[in-house]
Each structure stands twice: as structure tokens, then as C-alpha cells.
């Protein structure tokens, strides 16, 4: 996943180290005895012991020398980090990471690192990427448990999914479904997007599939007659989990935006979850913002992340609206689908995984 992101941070994350190993002294060089404390940089203001001091110098005054010259702090300078921040702010754009997005990972960076003391004896490496680390969590946000969020809620949740039309918005419902399977709930499907030829057969096959029930109307009915159905089923039969599809829409599209507004009054839906893929990488990130400001909702699936080496989308999404990425998908079977966990996400990026 996210292949070219990867690289770039990777490389950015190297000659960040590289510039600050060689502007403050070497991690690895170990004090050793008396000859340590010269090799301190003038400008740390060290009162270095004259050598014929340190040569007749005791050894419990050597050991506390080379101590003073352990914990001896060094301050990582802005022009470090200056240069190789504009090379990682070409690398995050290039990516599809959005603007803001990147101008938020870029600042959260130089005020972590420049500036910053780093100690004689502390790793660069952990200093640059507990930096790289700390400003991708930043953007991506605390995430989402969904099992809590459904264990927490009185029953049924009712989680509709709404979006841009052809982008796997179905699919996903159904890798959904598997997954909410797999930690134990029970789920009824609503076939509400009435709208679009095919809809309602390609999710009954879905549920076929996966063995749920899928309360439909015939097409062109009013979705949310199904979903009120649905959600009725769902009562009767204390079912966990309503999962509701809608028709992918345009924000420009006024009837079905005012459809979308009565869904919302009649079945007051726990969850309003977007539906855009990864691979239109920037452009899914500007529709996310033009759908969160003119409908509104309360989290964001991206598909098609298998597809995207760039990872911009993923990255950008949940900054930029506002709102948690709760699911990404992965490829084109059932269990293609991850529920989001920023911390295993950030730490793929960073190599660590
Ligand atoms: N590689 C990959 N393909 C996906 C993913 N999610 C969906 N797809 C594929 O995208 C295509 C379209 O998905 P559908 O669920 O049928 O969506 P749609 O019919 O285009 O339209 P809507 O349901 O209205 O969004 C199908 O071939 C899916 O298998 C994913 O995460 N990765």
C-alpha cells in the first residue's frame, strides 16, 4: 500500500537524519575518556578543560567530564531541516497529499525538530521519525472503532452510505457486511438507492452471498420507504446493524440531495458514511469537502486503495474534512476491507510495520 508515499517519506526521513547527524555530533560516537570533551562543538559554549588539565585530571573528574559531555544537548538548527522540508513538500504534492494537508504535516515537522535539543547519545533515528510519525497522526486523526461505536449505540445502528456514483460504493457495503459478520453482528441490508438500473439486483446478490436479508422496493420507489422498512425489519428481528445503500450523487444534483435530506429526517441515521476512491486522489479529497459542506457526514470510506501507489487521498481526506476515515478497500473480494487504524498506517508508512 501507498508504494510511492512510502519512498518519499523514506527518503526525506534519511536525509533528515543525515543532515542532523552531521550538523550535531554522530549518535554512535560513544564518549571516550577525556579526548570526548574536544570533540564538542565550539558553539555549545563547553568549557572545554585544557589538555594539561584533563591529562593530570583524576579519574572520578574524568568520569564526570565524560558524563557532563553525555548529557550535553545539542539544538537541531531550522537550516537542518529547511532544505530537505521543501524537498518533502514536493514529494507529499506529487503524491496527491492536498495542500492544506501537506502545509499541516510540513509545520507540525520543523516545530518538532527545529530547534529541538537532541542529547549526545540519542538516535537520530528516533528523533526524525517519532517527528515524521507525530505529524502524519496529526492530519490522519484518532480514527474510529466501529465494534465500540455499534456496542455503544442503541440498536439498530443505522449506518448509510451515500456518495459519488461507480465508485464501489455497493461493493463496499457488502465487505461491510462481511466484516461486521466477522466481529459478530448481525446485519440487514436496505436496498435504497432505487435510482440507478441494476442497483437493487447487484446488492440482492450481495446479500445472497453473504447471507443477510435485503429489504427492497421496486426501482424508482422512494428510498426512504425501503430504508424505514428496513430499519422496522431490523426491530422485529434484533438485527445489530442496518446498513443502508443510497444513490451515488452529485452534490449538483437537487433531487436527489433533497432525497438524501428526507433519509436523514425519517430514519435519523447513526452514521452517514462517504464513499469515494482512492485512485481519484486529489479529486476525491475536493468532492469530500464539497459533500461534507453541503450534506454532511459523519465518516469517509475510501475504495480502491490497493490501486493507488500515491496514498494522497488517504492521507488528506480526514484532515481535510474534518471527519475520521473509518474504512478503506482493498481489493475486489469480501474481506478486502480494513477498518482504519491511523497508528498501523503511520507506522507502514514509516517502515516499521
Ligand atoms: N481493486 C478494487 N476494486 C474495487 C474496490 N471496491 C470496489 N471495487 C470494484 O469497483 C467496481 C465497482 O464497484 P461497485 O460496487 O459495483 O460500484 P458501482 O456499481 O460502480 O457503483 P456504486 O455502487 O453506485 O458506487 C467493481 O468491479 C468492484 O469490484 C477496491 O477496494 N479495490
Do not use: W
Not at 568549557?47 to 550535553?72: G, L, M, N, W, Y
Not at 426512504?224 to 446493524?241: M, P
Amino acid at each position: 500500500m501507498f508504494k510511492a508515499l512510502k519512498e518519499k517519506l523514506f527518503s526525506a526521513r534519511k536525509k533528515l537524519e543525515h543532515s542532523i547527524e552531521v550538523n550535531t555530533p554522530a549518535q554512535n560516537e560513544k564518549p571516550q575518556g577525556i579526548s570526548r570533551a574536544e570533540q564538542i562543538h565550539p558553539q555549545q559554549e563547553v568549557e572545554t578543560p585544557a589538555p594539561e588539565q584533563v591529562k593530570k585530571a583524576s579519574p572520578k573528574i574524568t568520569d564526570k567530564i565524560v558524563s557532563f559531555v553525555r548529557d550535553r544537548e545539542f539544538i537541531i538548527s531550522e537550516k537542518d531541516v529547511n532544505d530537505i522540508l521543501d524537498e518533502l513538500e514536493m514529494g507529499l504534492l506529487e503524491s496527491d497529499v492536498a495542500f492544506s494537508v501537506t502545509e499541516a504535516i510540513l509545520a507540525r515537522i520543523k516545530a518538532d525538530l527545529s530547534g529541538s535539543k537532541r542529547k549526545i547519545g540519542t538516535s537520530v533515528d528516533s528523533i526524525v521519525r517519532n517527528a515524521l510519525s507525530d505529524a502524519l497522526l496529526g492530519v490522519l486523526g484518532e480514527g474510529v472503532d466501529i465494534c465500540a461505536f455499534i456496542r455503544e449505540h442503541e440498536r439498530p445502528v443505522k449506518i448509510l452510505f451515500t456518495g459519488v456514483n461507480g465508485t464501489g460504493k455497493t461493493t463496499s457495503i457488502a465487505k461491510v457486511t462481511r466484516f461486521l459478520q466477522k466481529n459478530g453482528f448481525s446485519v440487514v441490508l436496505g436496498a435504497g438507492d432505487t435510482f440507478r438500473a441494476g442497483a437493487i439486483e447487484q446488492i440482492d446478490v450481495h446479500g445472497e452471498r453473504l447471507g443477510v436479508k435485503v429489504i427492497q422496493h421496486q426501482e424508482g420507489s422512494d428510498p426512504t420507504a425501503v430504508l424505514f422498512d428496513t430499519v422496522e425489519y431490523a426491530r422485529a428481528h434484533k438485527i445489530d446493524v442496518v446498513l443502508g445503500d443510497t444513490a451515488g450523487r452529485f452534490h449538483n444534483r437537487a433531487n436527489l440531495m433533497n432525497q438524501l435530506a428526507k433519509i436523514r429526517r425519517v430514519i435519523n441515521p447513526d452514521l452517514i458514511v462517504y464513499v469515494d476512491e482512492a485512485v481519484a486522489g486529489n479529486d476525491a479529497v475536493i468532492r469530500a469537502e464539497e459533500f461534507a459542506k453541503s450534506v454532511g457526514m459523519d465518516a469517509i470510506m475510501l475504495t480502491k486503495v490497493d490501486m493507488d501507489p500515491k496514498g494522497g487521498a488517504a492521507i488528506s481526506v480526514a484532515y481535510a474534512v474534518g471527519k475520521p476515515l473509518l474504512f478503506i478497500g482493498t481489493g475486489q473480494g469480501y474481506d478486502d476491507v480494513m477498518a482504519f487504524n491511523p497508528r498501523l498506517v503511520v507506522a507502514d508508512l514509516l517502515g516499521d510495520a
